[in-house]
């Protein structure tokens, strides 16, 4: 596709159960991210993939999150154990080189 | 330690009038770079201009352009002529290729065009 795509757009989960978050990033795009915004809060930095480098996982909240990507190309994010607190959007964005980086529609999700 | 700075409270802008938006930033990488990026209500988060620590010319995009100043470590955003369609969040944001080379956001600008 033209953009980063993330899905699914919308998730309603109970509280206490899992859920996986995807991200395709723009085919060539080298590095992504992935980013947490509460309503009407600023982006919160979760995770950052580049290449083939080991990921910079110094935004995850708690060793309930976890990310991973494969093959360089697709993403899932994955929320164990689900807490209220995790409701929010979660964004992903990838870039080819340093002076664009592109974001995805968000997925909002909603623990209940 | 915070490393972008925007402390404005919610605007108001008259349609066709500019508005300066204020970002500071904090690194002591002389590499980086600095972006803006608009967030309407949709959500989705949309890029609008980039400026790199070494280029000599502020950077313009349409009716965007950039005030770079980097002694000041300032990278304020102009949105010349506004239209309602400017009705946005913006955010500042810098990433530090050399450093950890993720992208590091402000908390945000909100801006309200009126008629």
């Known amino acids: 596709g033209a953009g980063v795509s993330q899905s699914p757009s919308n998730k309603v989960t109970e509280k206490g159960k899992d859920v996986e978050l995807r991200c395709d990033p723009i085919?060539?795009?080298?590095?992504l991210y992935w980013y947490r915004q509460s309503l009407g809060q600023g982006l919160e930095f979760l995770i950052y993939f580049q290449g083939n480098s080991a990921p910079d996982k110094s935004g995850l909240p708690s060793d309930r999150f976890s990310a991973e990507r494969t093959g360089g190309s697709v993403s899932t994010l994955t929320i164990q154990r689900t807490q209220q607190e995790d409701s929010a959007v979660y964004l992903c964005?990838?870039?080819?080189?340093?002076?664009?980086?592109?974001f995805g529609q968000g997925t909002r999700l909603t623990v209940v | 330690a915070q490393k972008i700075t925007q402390t404005q409270p919610g605007m108001f802008v008259q349609e066709k009038e500019a508005v300066t938006l204020d970002c500071t930033y904090d690194?002591?990488?002389?590499?980086?770079?600095l972006f803006w990026y608009k967030q309407p209500s949709s959500g989705e988060m949309i890029f609008l201009i980039y400026q790199g620590s070494y280029d000599q010319q502020n950077a313009t995009e349409g009716r965007y352009s950039l005030n770079f100043q980097k002694a000041r470590k300032s990278a304020n955003l102009v949105i010349s002529a506004s239209q309602l369609g400017d009705s946005a969040m913006y955010f500042c944001?810098?990433?530090?290729?050399?450093?950890?080379?993720?992208?590091?956001f402000g908390k945000g600008n909100q801006v309200v065009v009126i008629p």
């Open positions: 944001a810098m990433r530090e290729p050399y450093g950890n080379n993720r992208l590091a």
């Open positions: 085919s060539g795009h080298t590095a």
């Open positions: 964005a990838s870039s080819f080189n340093p002076q664009g980086a592109f």
């Open positions: 690194t002591s990488d002389p590499s980086y770079g």
